[in-house]
């Protein structure tokens, strides 16, 4: 089982910047990919990154390309994600997620635990 606790969330200008944090717990944290989806009200979850099980390699969706970068820190638990440039449309829930592998992936099926999100909102 992993535990995890999404934080940084609130509410941005558009333009702005904000960080989120993810911190796991439980065993064999270093072993997943771990990813970042989001999601709207009335809409489907969406990918927007992901990283590899050591940190070497990241994808990200094309909506969020050039604005937010994905990272890992597993001495400390911790996956991050910087959003730069915040537009309306990134407004969401955004949820970290342990992948079933080492490797990234863009499908929530490939995510096995959950955190329980947090808001973003971002004006215009």
């Known amino acids: 089982q992993v535990h995890l606790v999404e934080s940084g969330g609130g509410l941005v200008q558009a333009g702005g910047s904000l960080s989120l944090s993810c911190a796991a717990s439980g065993r064999t944290f270093s072993s997943y990919a771990m990813g970042w989806f989001r999601q709207a009200p009335g809409k489907e979850r969406e990918f927007v990154a992901c990283i590899t099980w050591g940190g070497t390699r990241t994808d990200s969706a094309d909506s969020v390309k050039g604005r937010f970068t994905i990272s890992r820190d597993n001495a400390k638990n911790q996956v991050y994600l910087r959003m730069n440039s915040l537009k309306p449309e990134d407004t969401a829930a955004y949820f970290c997620?342990?992948?079933?592998?080492?490797?990234?992936?863009?499908?929530?099926?490939?995510?096995?635990?959950w955190g329980q999100g947090a808001q973003v909102t971002v004006s215009s």
């Open positions: 997620a342990t992948g079933r592998g080492r490797n990234c992936a863009r499908r929530a099926w490939d995510y096995e635990y």
